[in-house]
Structure formats: C-alpha cells, structure tokens
C-alpha cells in the first residue's frame, strides 16, 4: 500500500521558517521523482520544487533562494526547507511521488504564513 505523508505545516509568521516532511512507503522511494506542490484557495495546483532520483533539483520562480528540497533514500523521505516565508506561500502543501508509470499524491499539509 502506497503512502506518502507529510508533516511540519503550520502557522508562522512572515520572514520565519518551516520544514516540511513526507515519509514514504510502499514503493521504491530512490527510483521516483519527488516534487513539492501547493495549491491556495482559489488557485490552480502549483509546482513548488522537485528532486530527481539522481538528486537534480528545480524550484518554481517564486521560491527560488527561499526554499530548498531534499531526500533521503535512507529514510525514505523527502524535505522541504521554507526560509523567509511570505503571505502569498500560504497553501496547502502536497508530496508527489512519480515515475514513468505510477505517480501518487499525499493528503497535504497546511502552510499559513501571517502576522
């Protein structure tokens, strides 16, 4: 059985930081792709930031210098540093998991940023 489950969202105000998490099992985690997504009330899902297998990353625009994705094959778990949080990071955060056949989604977390 496939999961993928984040942690870490919470409430924090502009300038702070959090740390995302997403634990996963039930596929061969190094194999995947591992992306960030959010999407804010009103607007379409979004792609915040991906890892490939070999490690190879990419950041949407908007969070470029801000926030940096990680894995650990070890762990089975893939991270997401968020420094210098901005109100319009406010989202729900979700974990992707794909590969050339199967992709997979987790439940989301919730990212408020706000004084």
């Known amino acids: 059985q496939v999961q993928l489950v984040e942690s870490g969202g919470g409430l924090v105000q502009p300038g702070g930081s959090l740390r995302l998490s997403c634990a996963a099992s039930g596929f061969t985690f190094s194999s995947y792709v591992m992306s960030w997504y959010r999407q804010a009330p009103g607007k379409e899902r979004e792609l915040v930031a991906g890892?490939?297998?070999?490690?190879?990353?990419n950041y949407a625009d908007s969070v470029k210098g801000r926030f940096t994705i990680s894995r650990d094959n070890a762990k089975n778990t893939v991270y997401l540093q968020m420094n210098s949080l901005k109100p319009e990071d406010t989202a729900v955060y979700y974990c992707?998991?794909?590969?050339?056949?199967?992709?997979?989604w987790g439940q989301g977390t919730q990212v408020t940023v706000s004084s």
């Open positions: 992707y998991a794909g590969s050339r056949w199967y992709n997979y």
């Open positions: 890892i490939s297998s070999t490690g190879s990353t």
